[in-house]
């Protein structure tokens, strides 16, 4: 793509020189530099007009970087005047910061211009025309304006545009020198203030750094050269400009063949005008000097002169924009759409209470939608890389969790001797009846003392459960309606007394749910027989060594490992009761912690069901319709972010709008010429 652009630019460039010596046949030039001029007008022009109207456009503030030239140097380096010989025209100079502002030049040749036209363009449209002799003082004039008359700066630009017979097709922009020490009346964080601008310019990988430096001083010293190869630390986008080369021509040449500070588009050494020298005396002199100096003469002429310096601009110029234009289309197209899209989303205004009804229940529905796939549905295709949001997911752990909490086995005193508990009990709930028979309160007592060691476990389920189901519906609610902020707090409020009801119904059915496992001994559950019958397997083993003091104290069992029996050889009967008792509470404890984990699971996905369908909108509809629609009234007065967000995005289209124009015209241009 563009890959004639570089080339024309360079026959552009090379011609002028060759036309500006005085050489090659009169007829033969004249014949050629129609023709190279109308391939350069057709093919390169456009480019840079379209970059123009995109930097006039301000189309960086919507993040779209432009290839840009900036020119950057230490104070008194010589830098305006590098601007000035380029454009022949004088700009600011004295003492200090003679730039205090960035200042994008605009330098257009116009062969059939008679006399120059300029004209300055700042703060947010204004324009001011002026003329050669008077555009320093109008640029000093417009910096006042902007930066104050003292000896400030301001990061607000001025564009000074001219069109003028036999200039560069350029533009660039001049930064304020770099100056470590402030003088009386400028700040003291000076440097700093002129290092931040200069950074955000030269930063982007689309802008080309023209480093200006003196030839008096070593370049390695130079805090422009600091500051370039922190963004640039290759110097592909770096392209020197060597200054006042007759004050410092000894070893001149070594610095800019050596190249120790990575100048990766190389130097041009340039001869300013001096004193009252016209441009056209002030070029010759360059000419005579590089020519005649015993030292400067040895420099390559392909690096000398600023008829050199700007041929390079202009093909370094040309070959960035070329490079950079489709991604900048690309960029123009995507925030464009994104921006539309983001407007579409953003509700309608509202007019009557008749509007802010159905905006109210569009955003219901929403939130009920996206609850639905979270909470019920397990899909997360709107929260994909967030696994809070992840909610089955997340409800599925805390009741796995919960059910790991609840003992298999059932809960036994620590330390204490086996069947020593059962035994207690039993002795405390005897009767006047046949020894043999077991006291059925004993069951009782024994199952409600391990009941209520797990109690709380299930009110810390649903707590949790209904703590990260509010936390879930505040934030996709407040999401849906980020548009109304005047009513999300009622938002939060109804969905407050929507949990407190869950979590007080949770309540009661957890109550419930225990009192039930403490009223009566029953489950139908066929484990509970036949886990009876797997641990009386071992009754006999177990009796054995009770009555018969001959055998081993220590005996293993099935489900209750290792015990020691010597404490019961002197009550055998009670020591039988008391194992057919822990038999039967081990056995049917299986069938509690099952009913326990199985109820409070379908609970809670009962409750968050109907959380999602019905509960959730029936508490927003008496929340924001009740109370005379006072929440529709809320909803009717227009919040000021919303509006201001509304309008920026606009101005963000219809700015994106005139870019897309801007660079759909240059790439027809180029498509009908055979350039893409």
């Not at 002026?130 to 902007?146: F, L, M, P, R, S």
């Amino acid at each position: 793509m563009f890959s004639s652009i570089m080339a024309k630019a360079s026959d552009a460039s090379n011609l002028q020189m060759v036309l500006s010596d005085g050489k090659g046949d009169a007829a033969a030039s004249t014949v050629a530099g129609s023709a190279i001029a109308t391939s350069y007008n057709d093919q390169i022009r456009p480019l840079l007009d379209a970059v123009d109207r995109l930097r006039h456009l301000k189309v960086t503030q919507e993040g779209i970087q432009l290839p840009t030239i900036v020119v950057v140097g230490d104070q008194s380096s010589g830098k305006s005047s590098v601007l000035e010989s380029l454009a022949g025209i004088s700009l600011p100079r004295g003492q200090g910061i003679c730039t205090r502002v960035p200042l994008v030049m605009r330098l257009q040749d116009d062969p059939s211009a008679d006399t120059p036209v300029l004209q300055l363009e700042y703060s947010n449209g204004r324009v001011v025309p002026t003329t050669e002799v008077n555009v320093a003082d109008a640029i000093n004039a417009a910096t006042a304006e902007i930066a104050g008359s003292g000896k400030g700066i301001s990061d607000a630009p001025i564009t000074l545009v001219v069109r003028k017979r036999g200039v560069p097709d350029l533009t660039l922009v001049d930064l304020p020198g770099i100056t470590r020490v402030p003088v009386q009346g400028q700040p003291d964080d000076i440097y700093d203030q002129i290092a931040r601008i200069i950074r955000e310019y030269i930063a982007p990988k689309e802008s080309i750094i023209l480093n200006v430096l003196s030839a008096t001083v070593d370049f390695p010293t130079c805090e422009s050269i600091r500051m370039s190869q922190q963004v640039d630390r290759t110097g592909e986008r770096t392209l020197a400009v060597v200054t006042k080369v007759d004050k410092g021509s000894e070893g001149l040449l070594e610095k800019v063949t050596m190249d120790d500070v990575n100048i990766g588009l190389g130097y041009v050494c340039v001869r300013n005008r001096i004193g009252e020298e016209t441009y056209d005396q002030a070029r010759a002199e360059e000419e005579r000097l590089f020519k005649y100096h015993p030292l400067l003469s040895k420099i390559d002429k392909d690096m000398v002169g600023i008829p050199v310096l700007a041929q390079r601009l202009v093909q370094i110029q040309a070959t960035i924009i070329a490079k950079c234009l489709p991604d900048i289309v690309r960029q123009i197209n995507d925030r464009l759409s994104r921006s539309s899209t983001e407007l579409d989303q953003m509700p309608p205004d509202l007019n009557n209470v008749a509007d802010a009804v159905r905006a109210f229940f569009h955003i219901v529905k929403r939130v009920c939608a996206s609850l639905e796939k979270i909470l019920v549905r397990s899909e997360f295709d709107e929260y994909h890389d967030d696994s809070h949001f992840h909610g089955t997911a997340r409800i599925s752990e805390m009741l796995n969790g919960y059910a790991k909490k609840l003992p298999a086995q059932i809960p036994m005193v620590g330390g204490e001797l086996f069947l020593m508990e059962e035994m207690r009990v039993l002795e405390e709930t005897k009767g006047i009846n046949l020894p043999n028979f077991l006291p059925r309160s004993a069951f009782l007592v024994l199952l409600k003392k391990k009941v209520e060691t797990i109690m709380q476990e299930p009110h810390d389920l649903v707590n949790e459960v209904w703590n990260y189901v509010e936390d879930i519906v505040v934030k996709v609610l407040l999401q849906h309606s980020e548009n109304f902020p005047q009513v999300q707090s009622a938002c939060r409020r109804s969905v407050q007394n929507m949990m407190d009801k869950a979590r007080e119904r949770s309540a009661n059915h957890v109550k419930e749910l225990i009192e039930m496992e403490l009223v009566s001994d029953y489950t139908a559950n066929p484990d509970y027989m036949k886990t009876w019958a797997e641990i009386m397997h071992g009754h006999d083993k177990f009796m054995k060594a009770v009555e018969d003091n001959s055998k081993p104290t220590k005996i293993t069992l099935d489900f209750f490992g290792e015990v020691d029996v010597s404490h019961m050889r002197a009550n055998a009967d009670l020591a039988r009761q008391a194992f057919d008792l822990r038999v039967r509470l081990t056995a049917y404890w299986k069938s509690i912690v099952l009913r326990l984990i199985d109820s409070l699971a379908l609970h809670v996905l009962l409750g968050v069901k109907r959380l999602v369908e019905s509960d959730l909108e029936t508490e927003l509809a008496d929340e924001l319709l009740g109370n005379k629609m006072a929440g529709m009234e809320r909803m009717l007065t227009p919040s000021p972010s919303t509006g201001t967000k509304r309008e920026r995005l606009k101005k963000s289209i219809m700015l994106l709008r005139q870019s897309k124009d801007v660079v759909a015209n240059i790439m027809d241009r180029i498509s009908a010429s055979g350039e893409v």
